[in-house]
């Protein structure tokens, strides 16, 4: 009897192929790790979207993002002068602010679908390209920076229309802080108010 002539042979066969494809390209291994995280990252923050409020918001970011990294590159140049005992009420703040910005724009940008597309690794990190659609009608391509942590992935960036959200962050914190001669301090109060 040919493969054609029996389809459990043939998916066998394939399945097979499959594995052997998988296990000699560790890239398309990661990749396809990267994609399965990223569609529950992309379904929760759906739902915090739905829900619009910040507590949704801080949950999916508490979940998914690489917060201390991300906190920590936003203070910039101020880095150092964050004291070791304000550091969790520091990444609990940027945690906050995050979710504010994104229930802020959740308003004004309702989404009503994504797509994900593919997957990119790039050393250890891994990029995975999505396109959201509003319900204006409009969409616009948002890139997702994962990094490995803890024997899965953190987010780490986003790049909307281009332009990195914690990059634009940095701009921020750190205009506020050469506004305090770089009291690290009145950050930390300003980000849990």
Known sequence: MSD????????????????????????????QKALTYMRQVAKDMLNAHRQGTVASFRRAIQR??????????????YRSRLPAGQRD???????????RYFADQSREYVV?????????ADGKDVTVQTKV??????????VWKLTPRKG???VADAKVLGFSLIYLQRGIFTSFLSKRNGDVAQL???LNR
């Open 4 to 31: 054609r002539e029996n389809p459990a042979r043939l998916t066998r066969r394939a399945a097979l192929a499959g594995l052997i494809a998988v296990v000699a390209s560790p890239a398309a291994a990661t990749e």
């Open 64 to 77: 998914h993002a690489d917060v201390g990294a991300i906190a920590d590159y936003s203070l910039g140049q």
């Open 89 to 99: 009420a520091y990444y609990s703040g940027t945690a906050t602010f995050m979710a």
């Open 112 to 120: 009503s679908k994504y797509e994900i597309g593919q997957a990119n």
């Open 133 to 142: 659609f509003l319900m204006s009608g409009q969409s616009y391509a948002v």
């Open 152 to 154: 899965g992935y953190k």
């Open 188 to 190: 930390v109060a300003a």
